[in-house]
């Protein structure tokens, strides 16, 4: 009777549907899984790394690397937020689990480097330009100590009035020598 019993139970489970859910293979948009980041745009400014809430973000400027720990990030997307050149976004897959605290380090791209080397470079320049108009202008407006004053301008043309003037001067000093 035991066997018959077994055996039904058998052909039904062979024939009938799983007891289980099949898993979601896709998140669906908007899933907090995971921390990327774009080391295309990346300046390692440290921003995400002073806003994370669980210090699972480094920066290192020296090596000019990005280092996240997933195990430690809670996805709370403050980082994302935060990011001035947002480069950093969530992906939607989750961390895969096991049994080692896992470092995910990204360097920073050439081309991120160069367009930050540019920008400082811009900047000095800007600021080097702003320093010498400021110390051109101190100059203009009280000339140092011992500097030697500024040279007078060369005589103006005489204006048609002050011809005028010259000539009946000249015109009455020949009428007292005829005189
Ligand atoms: S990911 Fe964004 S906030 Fe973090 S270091 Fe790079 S640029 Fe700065
Ligand atoms: S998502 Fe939150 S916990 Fe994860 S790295 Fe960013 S700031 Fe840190």
């Known amino acids: 009777m035991a066997m018959v019993s077994f055996k039904s139970t058998v052909i039904k ?20 899984g ?28 020296n090596e000019k690397t990005w280092s996240i ?3 430690s990030c809670i996805q ?10 947002k480069s950093l976004s969530m ?4 961390q895969e689990p096991g049994p080692e605290k896992v470092t995910r380090t990204f360097k920073q791209s050439e081309k991120a480097i160069a367009a ?13 330009a702003a320093a010498a108009a400021k110390a051109a202008a101190a100059g203009n407006a009280a000339p140092a100590a011992g500097a030697a004053p500024a040279a007078k301008p060369a005589n103006p043309a ?22």
Not at 14 to 32: C, D, M, N, Q, Y
Not at 76 to 85: E, L, Q, S, Y
């Open 158 to 179: 005489p204006t048609g009035a002050q011809q005028v003037a010259a000539a009946a001067a000249k015109a009455a000093e020949s009428e007292k020598k005829d005189e």
């Open 76 to 85: 709370c997307r403050c980082c994302v937020d935060n990011c001035p050149k």
């Open 13 to 32: 489970n062979l024939f009938s549907k799983p007891k289980t859910r099949k898993v979601e293979k896709e998140f669906p948009a908007g899933t907090r």
């Open 116 to 128: 930050q080397e540019a920008l400082m470079k811009a900047a000095k320049e800007r600021a080097a």
């Open 34 to 61: 995971h921390v990327e980041n774009d080391m295309d745009l990346c300046i390692l400014c440290g921003l995400c790394s002073i806003k994370c809430p669980t210090h699972a973000i480094t920066v290192d400027k």
């Open 91 to 94: 992906g939607l897959r989750f």
């Open 69 to 71: 720990r997933p195990m």
